[in-house]
């Protein structure tokens, strides 16, 4: 069975600064995808960024990139110029991508982000 | 507004009672997730549909969850006979799998709803 794993239960960062979160996973299939998604307080799940498991090009999103490092099951997000509404729930996901999956996201715990004016 | 809408936002109920919450897709998804969210965790998987058919249950579903998609469209999460330990964000997702000539093909997105907070208390 697939797993994800969030090392980091809090992270902060000041305004305008960069942040990187944490996020490794296990899983033995070669096909997959790779999510960050962004929960703020009563609000709902958003995707920020995803990454498909046979692009080596880490995917970039303005202020949101990814380093990808598939042989270390490794899946880190960079918050780059961290703006006050960045300020949430962080999630990183995995999707099977083989033929026929089902198509449901595996979380990991998540991390706590703030953002210090 | 055409996302993911769930209702009610909030349900509190008494241990045992009955509640039933709505979750109405994107139109034009035809796969349809749920997801049970506690306190300080990441959502985990209950259920999905494609189109009306329940096609996989996680074991986190017990006989008193059911879950119906009786036209292909919305979808409703019942829980019987309530516990303390339901209480919890039930989160409702839909995505677009595309029936090729093998197998659907899902595509990568999942869009999700402002999810049901229930509290058994």
């Known amino acids: 069975a697939q797993t994800v794993t969030q090392s980091q239960p809090e992270m902060s960062v000041q305004e305008a600064e960069t942040v990187t979160l944490s996020c490794t996973y296990d899983t033995s299939e070669s096909d997959y995808y790779l999510f960050w998604y962004k929960q703020p307080p009563s609000r709902q799940m958003i995707l920020v960024i995803r990454?498909?498991?046979?692009?080596?090009q880490n995917a970039t999103e303005n202020r949101f990139s990814v380093n990808f490092q598939k042989a270390a099951k490794s899946f880190s997000l960079k918050i780059s110029d961290s703006q006050l509404g960045d300020a949430a729930m962080y999630f990183c996901a995995y999707r099977s991508d083989y033929g026929g999956s089902q198509g449901n996201l595996i979380f990991g715990k998540g991390t706590k982000l703030s953002v210090k004016p | 507004d055409t996302g993911v809408s769930q209702d009610p936002r909030h349900k509190i109920t008494k241990r045992g009672q009955n509640v039933t919450f709505r979750c109405d897709p994107i139109?034009?998804?035809?796969?349809l997730y749920w997801y049970r969210q506690t306190l300080g965790q990441g959502p985990e998987f209950l259920t999905y549909f494609q189109n009306e058919a329940q096609l996989e249950k996680s074991r986190l579903l017990s006989d008193r969850f059911s879950a119906e998609r009786p036209k292909g469209s919305f979808s409703t999460l019942e829980i019987q006979r309530t516990e303390q330990g339901d209480s919890a964000m039930y989160l409702c997702?839909?995505?677009?799998?595309?029936?090729?000539?093998?197998?659907?093909?899902?595509?990568?997105?999942?869009?999700f709803g402002q999810g049901t907070r229930l509290t058994v208390v």
């Open positions: 997702a839909s995505s677009l799998a595309v029936l090729t000539s093998s197998y659907p093909s899902v595509i990568p997105e999942a869009f």
């Open positions: 990454q498909e498991a046979y692009k080596q």
């Open positions: 139109s034009e998804h035809n796969r």
